[in-house]
């Protein structure tokens, strides 16, 4: 915001230069410098340091230096002119140039180097509210960078120039036009402004087409436009009536130069005559600066800056209120909860009531940030809250707009990688998108992709939606196809289940309550083939169900191995299968037949026993009828281990999935086929 410091809109005014002596270089600087005039003043101070010989001036002099390059907004050679003072020895006698090398590091978001140059002018100033606030704005920047609120911003490339690009507003009721700010050539004057080396700033108008691309700029007309500087503006509800600021000088600007706030017609594509819009019933109001002006959406509150008697600091936020009933407004009132010492400015009163502003005064991440204060009662405001990263920046961020209630707008700011001196951004809201998505593979053999499975979404109220998986066994639940409809919503839990024919069904739960970040939650599913290549019926493993030896009584251990199966009879509530058990060649035949049929039949007992409809299973044991592993081919295991874990290979219970159509007892449905 270098042109906005140096105007006269914060204060700066232009007076006459002194004639010295054409050798006293020192004192021509120093005098250029107290006018503002930072360019000539940076020549004059080296020229009179190459010509000082007292060691403490030309420390003066280096910290002069560093001074006007950063009041010109040159933070890197302004950090090296500070150092060269502190080199010199300027900070014994002057430990201010701590502070301001502090305060250029944390300008280009060198936060810890600032904190340590703030410390070292705490050791000369203990207690120093500033420098103190100072380390603690650094930690807060560093903490905002590191946890950026949901903002995305865009610099509006159309819009800006080289130049200084500012301020914008809505020009229309659908905020489809702005107008605008700007110091680029082809304004309304010609006069160049001796400070900043550009044009005196014009307002600019801008349409946006249908495909979202603005126009280019062009000046107002010259009822509004002059050869003075044109400042910020704001328009009634009905977009009629504009209120802007002006700053008024002659033409050599030798003279002070104040701003007030006018306002203008619209007639037509244009406006009509600018008349002074008087803010303040007093003979002495010429001599204070009033600008920035916002008017509220219903038109009776008008917020402006002014650096006139009563406020606290530099330039504070004021407001004015339209009396319908004598119809006028009333005198000037200070936002008492909001102003600092600083200066704060650019206000903008959003449609809930918020006022939101720049200031240099609250903490904030190094120039001058953006706030929002919240109405605390009628007529009042407080809570001030630092608008964070990326809305604010290390450089100057400020004149915040909105776009009705919605969390988009426009602003301007002279961050790094800009266009120009000043540019205008535009922000929005990043939706906190949701997304669930996986890939089904097939397990028993086969680990493969499934495709054509039915993946079903139900959220916690009952609603479902299904989709099939791709060739590749791939699904995603993001926006629904031909629709900008999103299938997965914040603060709500989802059922996600598969199903396909020959497979046994699986579902896991997901919740997006309390996630306030973007987040696509990755579920893979592996489901369980119930016939193998050829559509032959498969045994399916579960946990391993123990018996003491001998016995087919259920160990406890072997209950949470069933509760496995119980829990994929409930998830497949269709299928009917045959538990079977399976014995090792250990023992007579007949009496492994008859422990595995026993243990089937404890398992199933168990089973029944849990809820499961005794309809739904058959119990078969197989004794030693279908070992995986003969004794042949035990024999020829090395080791004993080897052999026993052939053994306990062949000691199983598994189950097989007989039929899928299975309906329920007293549904009203035929059970034709059903094993009893």
Not at 109 to 127: C, D, H, T
Not at 333 to 359: C, K, Q, R, W
Not at 599 to 615: F, H, M, P, Q, T
Request: hydrophobic share 30%; aromatic share 12%; net charge negative.
């Amino acid at each position: 915001m270098k042109i906005v410091k140096i105007l006269p809109i914060i204060l700066a005014l232009f007076v006459t230069t002194a004639v010295f002596s054409q050798k006293d270089f020192t004192s021509i600087a120093d005098a250029s410098f107290e006018h503002h005039k930072y360019h000539s003043a940076i020549e004059q101070y080296k020229k009179a340091y190459s010509k000082e010989k007292k060691s403490a001036e030309k420390a003066r002099i280096l910290f002069k230096i560093g001074e006007c390059y950063h009041k010109f907004m040159d933070e890197k050679q302004a950090e090296v002119w500070y150092s060269k003072a502190i080199k010199a020895g300027f900070a014994n006698a002057e430990p201010i140039v701590w502070y301001q090398l502090a305060v250029v590091l944390k300008l280009q978001e060198r936060y810890a180097e600032a904190e340590v140059e703030f410390e070292n002018y705490l050791k000369s100033k203990p207690g120093d509210v500033d420098a103190e606030a100072g380390i603690e704005s650094c930690k807060l920047a560093e903490e905002w960078k590191d946890n950026p609120t949901k903002h995305e911003i865009h610099n509006e490339v159309m819009l800006n120039t080289k130049q200084y690009d500012y301020s914008p507003t809505f020009a229309d009721k659908k905020n489809g036009s702005l107008i605008f700010v700007s110091s680029r050539p082809d304004g309304a004057g010609d006069n160049i402004d001796p400070n900043t080396g550009e044009h005196f700033p014009d307002l600019f108008y801008t349409k946006k087409d249908r495909k979202g691309k603005w126009s280019t700029p062009v000046p107002l007309n010259e009822t509004v436009n002059t050869d003075h500087s044109e400042g910020s503006a704001t328009l009634d509800r009905k977009k009629s009536m504009m209120y802007f600021m002006r700053c008024e000088s002659d033409k050599k600007g030798k003279e002070d130069m104040h701003c007030h706030i006018y306002k203008a017609q619209k007639t037509g594509n244009n406006f009509g005559d600018a008349t002074l819009f008087a803010l303040w019933d007093d003979t002495t109001s010429h001599r204070f600066n009033f600008g920035y002006p916002s008017i509220s959406n219903d038109d009776n509150y008008l917020f402006f800056s002014s650096n006139m008697p009563g406020g606290k600091g530099h330039n504070d936020i004021w407001y004015v209120k339209y009396d319908k009933k004598v119809k006028a407004w009333s005198q000037p009132i200070n936002v008492e909860g909001i102003n600092t010492p600083e200066d704060d400015v650019f206000p903008f009163i959003a449609e809930d009531g918020t006022l939101y502003f720049s200031s240099e005064g609250h903490l904030g991440m190094g120039g001058m940030d953006m706030f929002k204060s919240t109405s605390t009662g009628e007529d009042q405001w407080g809570d001030v809250q630092n608008l964070k990263y990326p809305l604010n920046s290390s450089a100057d961020d400020f004149g915040i707009i909105f776009e009705g209630k919605e969390e988009k707008g426009y602003f301007t700011s002279n961050r790094r990688n800009g266009r120009g001196g000043d540019d205008i951004y535009s922000f929005y809201t990043a939706p906190t998108i949701y997304k669930i998505s996986g890939t089904v593979y097939a397990i028993g053999g086969f680990n493969e992709p499934v495709a054509g499975v039915s993946v079903k979404l139900t959220d916690n109220e009952g609603v479902s939606v299904e989709i099939l998986t791709d060739e590749t066994g791939k699904y995603m639940f993001d926006v629904k196809e031909g629709t900008k409809d999103r299938y997965i919503f914040a603060e709500k839990t989802y059922l996600l289940e598969v199903h396909k024919a020959d497979y046994l069904s699986a579902k896991t739960e997901e919740s997006t309550v309390g996630i306030e970040e973007s987040t696509e939650f990755i579920h893979d599913f592996t489901m369980q083939p119930t016939k193998d290549e050829s559509g032959g019926i498969i045994e399916i493993k579960f946990p391993e169900v123990l018996y003491d030896l001998g016995k087919y009584t259920l160990r406890p251990e072997s209950k949470d191995s069933l509760n496995f199966l119980y829990q994929t009879l409930i998830d497949n509530p269709t299928i009917v299968i045959e538990l079977s058990a399976h014995t090792d060649s250990r023992g007579s035949d007949k009496s492994n037949q008859i422990l595995s049929e026993n243990r089937a039949k404890s398992c199933v007992d168990y089973l029944v026993e849990k809820g499961i409809a005794g309809d739904r299973m058959v119990a078969v044991g197989y004794g030693e009828t279908r070992l995986i592993f003969s004794d042949n081919d035990i024999a020829k295991f090395k080791t004993k281990e080897e052999q026993e874990a052939a053994h306990q290979k062949n000691r199983r219970t598994v189950f097989m999935v007989l039929r899928s159509d299975y309906v329920p007892q007293g549904t009203g449905a035929t059970e034709e086929g059903t094993d009893k």
